[in-house]
């Protein structure tokens, strides 16, 4: 089954295309890496997956559904900047996503807390950037999606960090759902990647099965990464 299916995409800020008529196909049951360089139209593509940016051309589903409300329910979405106020506490965020998904699992949420260690007296506005990108983390992989969305959710942190956040998203992670990460970190995220899409000027440059493009190339994907956006 596709989880997710794009035709010919296209969405414009002020005239300019982030996207140029995209098209892309993606089977359920995948971890995916989504990279490109800065302004190839990640985010953006992102946001309408998650049904959270209108005003777009072409086709695009979700589970057989338009990016909508009822996809809301199915998608769980981790945008690239922080959405939880200053003031809120481990307790409050997780009470607050309880009330927003039916699908939360706030012991799942919990156990994740603990997983990285957080410190659940504190406020994120006392918290450290890795600690906030934790958080957030917890939150968005403790609902029982279909399809995860996240956007840059190893940027800004340490490598140590990086490691531990990825272990944190994989464990627990349903096979028959869809994980998409978005990153420029591909080295760190390369191992877990089952495939692979490049974006640049909001198309899709390069697509294919991890092993498949590592043997095409001979190299791994950071280095085919460098490659084809130098060439």
């Not at 029982?144 to 272990?167: F, K, Q, T």
Request: with cysteine.
């Amino acid at each position: 089954m596709n989880a997710i299916e794009v035709r010919h995409l296209t969405k414009r800020y002020r005239g300019r295309p982030a996207l140029d008529e995209l098209s892309l196909r993606l089977e359920i049951g995948q971890i995916v890496g989504l990279v490109g360089d800065n302004g190839s139209g990640k985010t953006t593509l992102l946001k309408i997956l998650a049904g959270v940016l209108a005003d777009w051309t072409g086709e695009v589903t979700v589970l057989g559904r338009v990016p909508g409300p009822e996809t809301k329910a199915l998608v769980s979405f981790l945008p690239d900047a922080s959405f939880l106020a200053d003031s809120s506490t481990c307790e409050r965020a997780v009470n607050q996503y309880r009330l927003f998904f039916e699908d939360f699992e706030a012991e799942r949420a919990w156990e994740m807390i603990r997983f990285f260690k957080l410190p659940e007296d504190r406020s994120l506005k006392e918290m450290s950037k890795g600690m906030r990108e934790k958080l957030q983390v917890a939150l968005a992989m403790s609902r029982n999606a279909r399809v995860y969305l996240l956007d840059e959710p190893i940027s800004g942190v340490d490598p140590a960090s990086r490691e531990v956040i990825l272990r944190g998203i994989l464990d627990g992670l349903d096979p028959e759902s869809l994980l998409l990460i978005s990153t420029h970190l591909i080295h760190d995220v390369e191992p877990v990647l089952d495939s692979a899409v490049f974006l640049h000027e909001g198309r899709v440059l390069l697509q294919g099965e991890a092993d498949a493009l590592r043997e095409e190339y001979g190299c791994g994907l950071d280095a085919i990464f460098r490659k084809v956006y130098n060439s």
